[in-house]
């Protein structure tokens, strides 16, 4: 048996302890009050921050298609870097994700990097067209547990309500991307004062909300499994809560971004400030804050989603949608959660590990670290600070938003089943 200690670390942020890894099982042999001297491989982790593998069911890692902007292996290595050790790729790709055999590739090539496990998320409609629904019984035979049409809405009621009822059936997630595309045509920000200021169409709030709505209501009459992509704003978060009130089962994620930016960012009109849906105000942050901490919002999920330069630095109409997520997410949450006090390391590891992983019913992530569960762990250092730089991501693309923004968290190792897949020592 091969074991590896990590010696001296606090699981969720709570009293020092050591941890015995069995390498080829993957799997937490011992926890204990004596470090494990005598292991094959011993790492001191200084104190340092040990959660659960964290899992991101909303990331694009752009294979096939733009494998300029990124692969299954650089997203896997961003991942890593990050502290995951799971993610859901989305279907938006070229071409879509939409017949098992797609699929199938999507998994196994992330399997055979070995880096994170990549989970494809299959189309709900056939090319992302919003027409004709995919064969979502067969994509679930091969594996997929969640399907989406993320980029795009499914705005269509009758085939939502169709959608709807397949995936109760074959027991799958339905994520839903809430846009209405009526009232989004040309909008490239937040609806609203600065907008106005800029000279940029916006895109309302109700565009947003009004899909939340009527999804919800289609949720309590046909049942299933529906979850919200990138919550953005406060009339959203009280939609759910009064969904969540009526017993309707609806799952909520909040991406990083507009909890630490607002459209202020869009002042320099940098493309990099462009995402959709936009970055909003003041107050739909604070209330996208407040609905994670009280479990109105269920998770946090990237949307890490990597764009080449000459779709980022042009003029701001033109840029393309999206920002990098996965090497700055946990820095993120810390920073708004957990430096000022709000939350602790155990709601880090419930949002961003621990729920996801129960959502997509995922057996072997988000786990307790205990004797017998798998070895899906990240160390992080609380207090190291660093500062984000594009061109110093793992990613194939730069479009981070935090550019020169100094974060006082930082990853240190990520372990897959035992098999470390980050170090920061050798980065
Ligand atoms: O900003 C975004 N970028 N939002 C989306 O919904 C899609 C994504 C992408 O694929 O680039
Ligand atoms: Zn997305």
């Not at 998320?121 to 994509?139: A, N, P």
């Not at 169409?201 to 709505?213: D, K, L, M, N, Q």
């Not at 880090?348 to 996801?356: F, G, I, Q």
């Not at 990613?395 to 035992?418: D, Q």
Request: hydrophobic letters at 40%; glycine letters at 8%; a negative charge.
């Amino acid at each position: 048996m091969t074991t590896l200690a990590l010696n001296n670390v606090r699981p969720y942020g709570e009293d020092v302890t050591n941890i015995l890894i069995d390498v080829a099982d993957g799997v937490i042999d011992a926890v204990g009050e004596n470090p494990f001297d005598d292991a094959d491989e011993v790492m001191d982790c200084g104190g340092n921050v040990l959660l659960p593998g964290l899992v991101d069911m909303h990331v694009h890692l752009r294979e096939p298609g733009r494998e300029d902007t990124e692969t299954i292996a650089t997203g896997s290595d961003a991942a890593a870097k990050g502290g995951f050790t799971a993610v859901f790729t989305m279907a938006n790709t070229s071409p879509v994700i939409d017949q098992p055999f797609l699929a199938e590739a999507v998994w196994a090539k992330g399997q055979e990097y070995g880096k994170c496990d990549v989970y494809p998320v299959g189309s709900i409609s056939q090319g992302l067209k919003g027409e004709q629904l995919t064969e979502i019984g067969l994509m679930s035979r091969s594996g997929v547990r969640m399907f989406s049409d993320d980029g795009k809405c499914v705005n269509d009621p009758q085939l939502m309500r169709r959608a709807i009822e397949y995936a109760k059936a074959h027991d799958v997630v339905l994520a839903q991307h809430a846009e209405d595309h009526r009232m989004t045509e040309g909008s490239v920000a937040h609806e609203g004062e600065q907008a106005a200021r800029l000279g940029l169409r916006g895109w309302p709030r109700v565009a947003e909300e009004s899909i939340v709505a009527r999804d919800a209501i289609m949720t309590r009459d046909y049942g299933g499994r529906y979850h919200l992509c990138h919550a953005s704003t406060e009339g959203t978060v009280e939609l759910l809560r009064f969904a969540k009130n009526q017993g309707i089962d609806v799952t909520a994620e909040v991406t990083p971004h507009p909890l630490m930016l607002t459209d202020e960012k869009l002042a320099t009109y940098d493309g990099l400030s462009r995402v959709n849906p936009p970055l909003r105000e003041a107050r739909d942050a604070e209330a996208l804050k407040q609905a994670l901490l009280d479990g109105t919002v269920d998770v946090v999920a990237t949307d890490h989603a990597p764009h080449g330069s000459e779709d980022k630095c042009v003029e701001f109409e033109n840029a393309k949608p999206g920002m990098l997520g996965l090497e700055t997410s946990l820095a993120v949450v810390h920073r708004i959660f957990v430096e000022p006090g709000l939350a602790d390391w155990r709601f880090v590891a419930k949002v961003m590990s621990e729920r996801p992983a129960e959502i997509l019913r995922l057996k072997d992530q988000g786990r307790p670290i205990n004797v017998g569960e798998p070895a899906n762990l990240v160390l992080v250092d609380p207090e190291s600070p660093w500062t984000a730089h594009g061109d110093e991501m793992a990613s194939k693309a730069s479009n981070t938003p935090y550019e020169g923004i100094e974060f006082s968290a930082r990853v240190v190792g990520t372990w897959l089943r035992g098999t470390q897949t980050y170090d920061s020592k050798k980065a």
